[in-house]
């Protein structure tokens, strides 16, 4: 099998990774416009209101830009985000939010993990798909602002804290247990080590889940929540 440079699967696979990557991506992004276009509505504030406006318009740009690259590719947008709908949609009503603060909450925990994730799975794809996870992944105006509010919120409602952590706790096993159910059906590990073997491999994963741990704990520290 022949490699591709900087990456350490064959094209004929690393084509079929990129595919359901982006088809992962691209319903993610969709149903992230979604909720955070619903979430809009309950704002407190006009401001706020305003400020996931503008996010869930980021969302949507983003999608837009994965079914570009979708489509550049010669494949069908819908056809490679259908494999994801059920899982992520499951999710979705699993995690139903209580309240604004919760919904604030499943934004910052949810998207960041998945993010995460998405920037690990192609590590070893080509230079251009990782730019593109990158920057379709990137965070920090949403993550920002979002952190920025929770912060605000539990300095004037103290009591939001140990309702928030749990609900914080709650929403990270669930995103995990996504993460681990999509990369299992999907093969995403092979992609991380095409030829390594079944120990290997289970050392890559277990590396993978103990450092979008890590990372969450990172934000939750930011929050000044315990993870």
């Known amino acids: 099998m022949s490699e591709q440079p900087g990456s350490v699967v064959g094209r004929p696979l690393a084509e079929r990774y990129e595919t359901a990557l982006y088809g992962l991506m691209c319903y993610r992004e969709l149903t992230a416009f979604e909720r955070l276009s619903s979430d809009a509505r309950f704002s407190p504030t006009l401001g706020d209101r305003e400020a996931l406006a503008r996010l869930a318009v980021a969302e949507f740009g983003h999608y837009e830009a994965v079914r570009e690259r979708l489509l550049a590719r010669g494949a069908d947008p819908e056809a490679a985000m259908e494999p994801f709908v059920a899982a992520i949609d499951a999710l979705h009503e699993r ?55 929770l912060r605000a919120a539990l300095a004037d409602d103290p009591r939001l804290a140990s ?12 995103a995990l247990t996504q993460a681990r159910l999509i990369g299992d059906e999907h093969d995403f590990w092979g992609n991380l080590l095409p030829h390594g073997s079944g120990e290997e491999h289970r050392e890559v994963i277990s590396q993978l889940f103990a450092k979008l741990v890590q990372n969450h704990s990172r934000r939750m520290g930011a929050l000044g929540l315990t993870a």
């Open 163 to 174: 309702r928030l952590a749990l609900w914080g706790r709650r929403l990270l096993g669930e």
């Open 95 to 149: 995690t139903r939010p209580g309240d604004w603060h919760e919904s604030l909450m499943k934004a910052y925990v949810i998207d960041a993990v998945s993010g995460d994730f998405y920037r690990a799975i192609a590590r070893a794809l080509d230079e251009e798909t990782r730019l593109l996870v990158s920057a379709v992944q990137s965070m920090e105006e949403q993550t920002g602002w979002i952190r920025g509010r």
